[in-house]
């Protein structure tokens, strides 16, 4: 077998495994890949600020516009798994936060 014919071979069995792979149940890290993969595709734009307030406060927003509700809910899920200063509004997921640890309602508004 040459180099070539041996690639070609291993290409071959590759793609297959692939299709194995994808045949098994999901775990809960691939249903979460698959919901940031959605967001992703629906993804319009994004914004962030940062502002400095009194006393030494410091704040931030970051507005990511999607293509609709259903996925703008499901991207604000994925998100507050780490972060508790994720919303869907409307369209749009905001982060945002201060640096005393609360979340700016303001920045939540439509």
């Not at 970051?62 to 200063?85: K, N, P, S, Y």
């Amino acid at each position: 077998m040459t180099s070539n014919q041996a690639q070609q071979q291993g290409t071959a069995d590759g793609a297959q495994g692939r299709g194995k792979i994808g045949d098994q149940h999901h775990s809960s890290a691939e249903l979460w890949c698959d919901g940031v993969c959605a967001a992703v595709q629906q993804w319009r734009g994004d914004g962030m600020w940062v502002y400095d307030g009194p006393a030494g406060l410091k704040a931030f927003a970051w507005r990511i516009e999607l293509g609709d509700e259903a996925t703008a809910l499901r991207a604000a899920q994925l998100l507050t798994v780490g972060l508790t200063g994720a919303r869907q509004v409307g369209t749009r997921v905001v982060v945002a936060g201060i640096s005393d640890g609360h979340a700016p309602t303001w920045a939540f508004d439509p």
